[in-house]
Every structure is written in C-alpha cells, then in structure tokens.
C-alpha cells in the first residue's frame, strides 16, 4: 500500500530515543543505531536508484537521476521517492513489487534494521500495514477486547462466516482470561451473550462451559491446553486469526522466511539422491541445493548366510540394531548389528514352523516378534527366544500380520477373508467378518486411523449368476467366455480373478473405499506420514496412492513381477526413495517425489529378489533377501572402504555364530549341534 504525503513526512520525524525491534511492533521511525547519521545511509550519502541501478551522490551539488529524481546532498533532508514504471519487481516475471517491497520491510524490521526500512518506505512509496493493524495487533496483545473487535471490522474480512469465526476466538481468549483471574460472573455473560452465539460446535461450547467448575488457575489452563494470559496465548491468537484476514491487509508474520523455507524444502524433495536430515542440511540463498550419491546405499557390505533356502521377507526392529529374516526352510533368525555395522551375528533361530516362514512383524517396543506359517501364528519373546503362544485361528495362509503402532495389539490377514484383531499377548480381540477380498497383505496407518488392504475380489452370489447367465448366452463350447478382446474372461461361469485395493476406517472397520485393480497385488506399504500407500502390481509395475484423494499419484517401473511375491518399501529421508526387489535378482531404487528410476543394484544370486527392508534408525542402511538364500545389507560407501568392478565391499563377510547349538553348512543344508529347543541362541 502506499504512504501518503502526511505519513511519508512523518517517518522522518525522530524521536529523541527510539528501539529497534521486530514488525509486529509498527516501528515507523529510524533508529540510530550503528552509530550512523539518521539522515544518511549506511555509505554516508544517499543514492537513488531506477530499476535497481544505484546513482551515487557528490560531494557538492545533487546530481540528478535518469528518471529525474534529484540526488539529496550529504546529510540534508530525506530521501526522494523513486518512481518506477508499471507493478512488476520485473519485467519478465510475475512478481508484484508492492508485495515484494512490503516483505522487504517486514524481514528488516523483524531483525532489527530499522532505519533501512524506514528510508526504503520512503524511497518506494509503501508502507508494510495501514496504521489499524498496528492497533489491532497492540489491542489483542494488550487484551483490549472490544476495541480489537471493533478494528476487526476494518480489516477487509468480507466472508461473514469469517468474521464470526474471528469474533469467536477472540471472545475464547477473553472467556479463558476471565477465568484465570476468577472473575466467573463477567466469564459467565462472555459465555452465553457473546460466545454460545457464535460457536461453530456444540461440543466445543460445551467444553468451554465445563471450565466454569475450575476453582484455580492452573486447572483451567490445564483443561483448555492453553498457557494462560502471561504466556503466548495472545501471539497465538494473532497467528490463529491471520486464517480469517487478508493477507495483503495484514501480513502473515516473517513470511519472507517461510517462502524461503518453502523454496528449500522444495528443493529437498527434487533432489534426486538427498538423503540426509533437513537439520543436518545446510541453507544457501546463493545456490540452489543439490547432493551427489556419495550418501546413497548402493553398497554391499555385509552378506548374511544362515538359511537354507530361499529367504522370503525381512523386517527390521524399530531400534535399528535388529532385522528379522523369515525363509522357506521354515525358520526365521533375528540378526544382530553390533556397533560396528560390519559385525553381524544370528542372535536367535526360530524354529518349530511346520511350514515355510513368510510373514513377519516387530511389536513396536522391539520386545516381540510375529511370524506367519500358513495359516498358524507365532508370537515370540525377541530376547529370549521362546514362544509365547501359537494361534490358529484364521483356515487359510494367513499373508499379513502388522502391529497396532500404540503396541496394543495386532492384526492378522489370510486368504479366508478375515481381518483378525489380537491383543498384545496374543488372545483374540475381534473378528471383522468375512470381508470381500482374500487378503493378500495388509498395513496400519502410523495414525491409527486406517487399514489398508490389498487382495483377489469374491465375487457375490449375484455376481456369480449374471456371469452364469453370460456363459449361458455367449459359451464357445467349452465353457469359457470371452471379452471384446478375444480374452478368456470366465471359465464355467467363475468369474475371473479380480484385484481389489480396500481401505477400512480402523475405529468403526467399515469401509472407506474399494478399488478395483487390474492384475495381481503383492504387497502394501503405508508412508509415516500416512498419506500414501505403494502397492507392488503384477506385471512389472509398483503404484504410489494418495489415501487422502484415493488417486493414483505415481507409478514406478523398471523391476521385474509376474509370478512371484515381491515386497517393496519406503526408503531415506522422509520416505524420499522407493526400492523394491525383482525377479531379475536386482535392488531397484526409484526418487519418490520425480519417478526417476536411480539405481539397479546387482549382487544377489539367482532367482528372485523377494523383499526389501529400509533401516527406521538409519537411513542410508537397508537389507534385500532373495531366493539365493542370503540377505544382503546396503549401505553408503565409506571412505576407507574400496570397491570392485562390481560396487562390492573387497574385505570378507562371514556369518558369525557363536554359543550352543550353532549352524554350518554341509551340501546345502543345515546341520545341528546340540540343539534342544525350537530356537537356539548362538
């Protein structure tokens, strides 16, 4: 907005003593810091600029500007205002110069300076806010109720469910005032005349009235979460009613600084091989930000050899310093990381599956260990090594098992169609019923509010009996029906297989959406954010879904799926990596935020890559399993360490086995020394 001839002279009429500080305080004033003349500029002369090209001023006369602007001398009067032609701060770009300006003005009298903003309001024309923000802003900091919601008035609010909105809250902040201080009559009216009026929700105008059976302050305070009239409440109303006002009226607070934290962050995300804490990430405003791979785990370092055969999922421990392997032969080991990452030892052999170990899942205390057998479930004790029951509840494979992230319990998929809650010790909880998919593999959003399922669609009775009319009306002869393509479509009136990706409301377990996909779903992965899943799909294909719009938001592909099961994850920083196994015997990694397939990582035998897992406490650490019955840990190079041609370490890795009962290997498979228990510390 721009200043007016009156405001324009009196920002230059100074004060005997006057305090820098930051914009919220409407400083209109030059400050004498620095020790410099008021009149002057930091160089001891004034300058003018057009179009941002500074002509200095002389020792004698003012030398006149291009756009005929004339110079002040050395200390006389205040400077000129330079006027530019048309709104843009440049030709080519969209960016308006007022607004730049009025940033400018906020950012230096936030840090102090003052005087410049002061000579910079006067060279422009522009000031940062009307004078009745400043007052707005002094009477909500000094708790002048009525006056504040009288200049609300004049701060452009044209949307009436705004303004009521607005009122609303800074009549909350009087109610809670009046409290603190056990003023309850005068909170009393501020609730019913001013309050109960305008109160968006029942529920939250009945909270409030309960706050009148406080007797003393600190239990208000502690009811309403609020810090009371002396702490940052009054801040934390003005940032609450920046939602309601016009930010061209009154400027979000250092909003120069948020745009320049938007920029970096930006940034981050687009960085293809960024990996490291935004903390740890320093900020440039002269460069743009960019990483090279030196902080990326594309590097084998150690090789876990302890199954014997095929290992089919790896999970680590939320600590970081465990990972669970579960194998065909029947078995799940948990590894142990020492503090050097290169020594590994099996710290204990699960034992006593009667079938192939695929599924398994950490309690979120690290103290228990899932695992799935058919369609048997295991709970461990992760120190011990025993087993602390056995259920066998669900008929069929049971392909899921994922822990409630509050540790209260866990839920368990199957192929049966059922959805099984557990307690944390194991004892059934509830049945979800028969739910329509066979459930292939199943996760609980870090929020606790969703679970997230993939699986083959049952079709319905009535389903089954338009595609038994379909056979009866389009039959080649052999009992199969074909679509428009010539395809197989059903085979005596089953229908074909049909992939479905449902989303449940874990609170009520009903459904939020069902999908339908073409092709087979592997495996589901929920980021930390909650906000996305990655559901690996067969042929060759893993999808990115955005859970709060239930759209496809990205696809990745490169990798190798069309017969096996194959598990992908999130990976680095912020989930900023996908990674995935393949049936090619590759590690293919992907950046999340671009879709650009980054690297294929070799060194897994033949056969299948089967799962993928990234270190929660270390992010430049993750572990692959495959068919060629080993598990490989990935980590960044080291800088003492050197490579082969192939990227592999070149110093040997061994499994390390220590204790009674200890495993070799003899012609491919497993023989036992001493061994008297189901699982076997080494």
């Not at 609730?191 to 009026?197: G, I, S």
């Not at 009235?209 to 009371?228: H, I, K, Y």
């Not at 590994?344 to 260990?369: C, G, K, T, Y």
């Not at 377990?509 to 087979?520: A, C, H, M, N, T």
Request: aromatic share 8%; glycine share 8%; hydrophobic share 35%.
């Amino acid at each position: 907005m721009r200043l007016t001839e009156s405001n324009e002279a009196s920002s230059f009429n100074l004060p005997s003593s006057v305090t820098s500080g930051p914009s919220s305080n409407g400083i209109d004033f030059y400050s004498t810091s620095n020790g410099r003349s008021t009149a002057t500029n930091g160089n001891g002369f004034m300058s003018h600029y057009t179009n941002g090209h500074g002509v200095s001023g002389s020792s004698g006369a003012g030398t006149s500007g291009s756009n005929g602007v004339v110079a002040e001398k050395h200390g006389k009067g205040a400077p000129s205002r330079v006027n530019l032609p048309g709104h843009l701060l440049y030709e080519d770009s969209n960016v308006d110069r007022e607004e730049f300006v009025r940033l400018l003005l906020q950012s230096l009298r936030d840090v102090g300076y003052t005087e410049s903003a002061a000579t910079l309001e006067a060279e422009s024309g522009y000031s940062m806010e009307e004078p009745q923000v400043k007052r707005f802003r002094e009477y909500i900091v000094s708790g002048m109720w009525s006056k504040a919601e009288d200049a609300l008035l004049r701060l452009g609010i044209v949307n009436e469910d705004n303004l009521w909105d607005a009122r609303f809250l800074i009549n909350k902040q009087k109610y809670l005032e009046l409290l603190e201080v056990q003023k309850t009559t005068a909170a009393l009216h501020v609730l019913r005349a001013e309050l109960a009026p305008s109160c968006p929700e029942p529920a939250q105008l009945h909270v409030l009235s309960s706050l009148m059976m406080c007797t003393e302050p600190e239990d208000v305070r502690q009811r309403a979460g609020w810090d009371g009239a002396s702490g940052q409440s009054r801040q934390q109303l003005l940032l609450d009613l920046h939602r309601f006002i016009p930010p061209s009226i009154m400027i979000p607070q250092r909003r120069f600084l948020t745009l320049l934290q938007q920029a970096h962050q930006d940034q981050l995300r687009r960085c293809i091989y960024h990996n490291t804490p935004l903390e740890s990430t320093p900020l440039s405003l002269f460069s743009d930000h960019e990483c090279n791979k030196d902080g990326f785990p594309g590097v084998t370092t150690t090789v876990l050899q302890g199954h014997v055969d095929e290992v089919w999922n790896v999970e680590w421990s939320h600590d970081g310093t465990y990972l669970a392997s579960g194998s065909k032969d029947k078995t799940a080991i948990i590894w142990y990381m020492g503090p050097d990452t290169r020594k590994w030892e099996a710290h204990l052999i699960l034992r006593d599956h009667p079938f192939p170990v695929h599924s398994i899942a950490w309690s979120s205390d690290d103290s228990m260990l899932l695992t799935g057998a058919e369609h048997f479930i295991k709970l461990w004790d992760a120190k011990t090594g025993s087993c602390i029951r056995t259920m066998d509840e669900h008929t069929e494979t049971v392909t899921a098992l994922s822990w409630l992230p509050d540790g209260s319990g866990f839920i368990s998929g199957a192929l049966d169609r059922k959805i099984i809650q557990w307690d944390a010790e194991g004892r059934k909880k509830l049945s979800w019923g028969l739910t329509d998919i066979r459930v292939t593999d199943l996760a609980v959003t870090p929020d606790l509010s969703r679970v997230v399922t993939i699986g083959m669609h049952v079709p319905t009775p009535s389903e089954s009996s338009s595609l038994r009319g379909a056979r009866n009306s389009g039959s080649s002869g052999d009992g199969t029906t074909s679509n428009s393509s010539g395809n197989p479509s059903s085979v005596n009136g089953i229908a074909p297989t049909e992939n479905r990706f449902v989303i449940y409301q874990l609170s009520t377990r009903q459904v939020e959406s069902s999908i339908k996909l073409d092709g087979e779903l592997t495996s589901v992965k929920v980021s930390q954010d909650s906000h996305y899943a990655l559901i690996n799909h067969s042929p060759d294909e893993i999808q990115l879904w955005d859970l709060r719009l239930g759209r496809m938001a990205r696809k990745f592909t490169g990798q190798r799926q069309g017969r096996h099961i194959i598990r992908s994850c999130f990976g680095g920083i912020d989930g900023s990596f996908v990674v995935s196994g393949s049936e090619d015997g590759n590690v293919y990694v992907w950046h999340r935020e671009t879709g650009s397939l980054l690297e294929v990582l070799s060194g897994h035998g033949e056969g299948s890559v089967n799962s993928v897992a990234w270190n929660p406490a270390n992010e430049r650490m993750f572990a692959s399993c495959s068919d060629d019955k080993t598990i490989r840990i990935w980590e960044a190079p080291k800088p003492e360490t050197s490579l082969d041609m192939s990227g592999h370490t070149d110093y040997p890795v061994s499994y390390n086995a220590k204790g009674k009962g200890k495993t070799r290997q003899v012609d491919g498979e497993a023989e036992n020394a001493g061994m008297a228990s189901p699982s076997t510390r080494l």
